[in-house]
């Protein structure tokens, strides 16, 4: 597609339920990225995958968390037994290798997960 | 690790005036890039302007220009003849220029100023 893609848009669920969040990068992106953002807050890194590089798993902020990434294509965040505090717009971005580290890494629109 | 710290959390600005936003890192670094990202309301991350670390020169888009100054790990925006559409949070990030450094290619964000712009 033209941009990176992302759904679902919105999520309610209840506490101690998984969610899947995918994303869909723009075509020809080799990485990827997620990021959690917390209502007023910043931006928080969570996961970066790069071409068939090991995973740069960092920023996830526990074993709830975890993200998988199907060659260079679509990537899916799994939060399991969600808590409120894991409410938040998750943010995908991806980037191309054509310019190298200073390439512009263009953004999704976020799905937006609110636990109850 | 590096660091971005954006120290106003909320600037406004007259429609037609001039707005800078402040922006400080810190870094071991020498080989970098700074990004200035704008979020309006739709939350769709927008990039407004990049500068490489290793030019002097400050990077200029249209009505935005930064003012880089690597020794002071200072980035700053200034928005000339702001717009009613200028209005949203704006975030300075930093990312590594792995070629020469190493390491992840992850932004580093800042925590974001609000920007109001009054008509």
């Known amino acids: 597609g033209a941009g990176v893609s992302q759904s679902p848009s919105n999520k309610v669920t209840e506490k101690g339920k998984d969610v899947e969040l995918r994303c869909d990068p723009i075509s020809g992106h080799t990485a990827l990225y997620w990021y959690r953002q917390r209502l007023g807050q910043g931006l928080e890194f969570l996961i970066y995958f790069q071409g068939n590089s090991a995973p740069d798993k960092s920023g996830l902020p526990s074993d709830r968390f975890s993200a998988e990434r199907t060659g260079e294509s679509v990537s899916t965040l799994t939060i399991q037994r969600t808590q409120q505090e894991d409410s938040a717009v998750y943010l995908c971005?991806?980037?191309?290798?054509?310019?190298?580290?200073?390439?512009?890494?263009?953004f999704g629109e976020g799905s937006w997960l609110t636990v109850v | 690790a590096q660091t971005v710290t954006q120290s106003q959390p909320e600037m406004s600005v007259q429609e037609a005036e001039t707005v800078t936003l402040s922006c400080t890192y810190d870094t071991s670094e020498s080989d970098y890039y700074l990004f200035w990202y704008k979020q309006p309301p739709s939350r769709q991350m927008i990039l407004v302007i990049r500068?490489?670390?290793?030019?002097?020169q400050n990077a200029t888009e249209n009505r935005f220009s930064v003012n880089f100054q690597k020794a002071a790990k200072s980035f700053s925006l200034k928005i000339s003849d702001s717009q009613l559409g200028d209005a949203a949070m704006y975030f300075c990030?930093?990312?590594?220029?792995?070629?020469?450094?190493?390491?992840?290619?992850?932004?580093?964000f800042g925590k974001g100023t609000k920007l109001t712009v009054n008509p």
């Open positions: 500068q490489e670390a290793y030019k002097q």
């Open positions: 990030a930093y990312r590594s220029n792995t070629r020469t450094q190493g390491g992840s290619e992850k932004l580093v």
């Open positions: 971005a991806s980037s191309g290798p054509q310019e190298g580290p200073g390439n512009t890494i263009y």
